[in-house]
């Protein structure tokens, strides 16, 4: 089950194909734990908002969780939380979100417990309406 949860947003200057690579690293990561999981019902959150001065938005899955001893590395390269075999992973995709998501001056934040992972970015809105610049 997806649930969108989609305010309007003030414009961003960002690269449409490199966002596009961050949504679908996160969104491909969650699917991913969730088929992990042993929860009869999965569920993909994803929220957007406006906050001060920037945007924000949210990747929420009900997969088993990054491990406690992960968490703190797990946007360096090289980490993965797949195991060998058919889900095998590199451990490089989330280590691109946070330099795609950092080279437009935002941030990623990652929480996560057994049940819930919700990563979120959150980048620079624009100063002017209207001043947006596309690459």
Known sequence: TVKLDLSSLPMIQASRGELVQVWTNLIKNAVESMEQSDSKKKILIVKSRAA???????????????????????????????EKGLDFGLGLGLSIVERIVTAHSGDLFVRSRSGQTVFTVRLPAQKKAGSAVKR
């Open 52 to 82: 001060e001065k920037s945007i924000e938005v949210s990747i929420q899955d009900n997969g088993p969780g990054i491990p406690r001893d992960l968490l703190p590395r797990i946007l360096q390269p090289n980490v993965t939380t797949k």
